[in-house]
């Protein structure tokens, strides 16, 4: 069971730039986060998706798009990198139907360096 | 919004020893659920324990355990016995209610072990 898979995992970008990172989940989960991972910040929503069709902005959502393609899938989308946009990302999902004391189930990461 | 701080951007346990991560969080719901992960350098985000409010006694999951004050706000994690591979970055993490069960992270506390 691979759970959350992200990729790439690494990704060196000029700025201007544009990529698409990718996430998919297995587990059958309805929602979908992409969280950003900087040091001494911790993790920042950037978008999520409660269910397929549907996304929200989160805490940081400047400079990113999203787009749920489906039930297993949430991309995250930088148009124009940007140096500030250097960071780790975090796609997650989880499974509301199991109680909101659900956790969210992570992938591995993706490190995205702006230059 | 809801805040979660951590105030110790750093803690050090000696091999066997017990320590305490803190943790306080701001909130004006009476339900919500109170989640600890685990960063080692794997980058891998793993769930150690979680908590839901209207609960009053305090999880544990083996040699960790929480100590839940819901009038404080406060909701500590206690290693007991530590070990090498404890060492990791910790993030206390906050889900209130509403219809999206996104998490807000604390900005971590990094947690060395010494041999």
């Known amino acids: 069971n691979a759970g959350v898979t992200q990729t790439p995992k690494f990704q060196v970008l000029k700025t201007g730039q544009s990529m698409t990172l990718q996430c998919a989940q297995d587990m059958n989960h309805n929602s979908m986060y992409w969280y950003r991972q900087d040091p001494g910040m911790g993790l920042r929503l950037i978008y999520y998706s409660a269910s397929e069709g549907t996304t929200d902005k989160g805490e940081v959502p400047n400079g990113y798009n999203v787009s749920r393609l489906n039930k297993r899938e949430f991309s995250l989308r930088l148009e124009s990198a940007a140096p500030s946009q250097t960071s780790v990302y975090f796609c997650a999902s989880s499974d509301p139907a199991t109680g909101r004391n659900s956790p969210l189930h992570f992938g591995n990461g993706t490190r995205l360096t702006v230059t | 919004a809801q805040t979660v701080t951590q105030s110790q951007p750093e803690m050090s346990v000696q091999e066997a020893e017990t320590v305490t991560l803190s943790c306080t969080y701001d909130?004006?719901?009476?339900?919500?659920?109170l989640f600890w992960y685990k960063q080692p350098p794997s980058r891998q985000m793993i769930l150690v324990i979680r908590q839901e409010a209207y609960k009053q006694q305090n999880a544990t999951e083996n040699r960790f355990s929480v100590n839940f004050q819901k009038a404080a706000k406060s909701f500590s994690l206690k290693i007991s016995d530590s070990q090498l591979g404890d060492a990791a970055m910790y993030f206390c993490a906050y889900r209130g209610g509403g219809s999206n069960y996104k998490l807000t992270f604390g900005k971590g506390t990094l947690l060395t072990v010494n041999p």
């Open positions: 909130t004006s719901e009476s339900d919500y659920y």
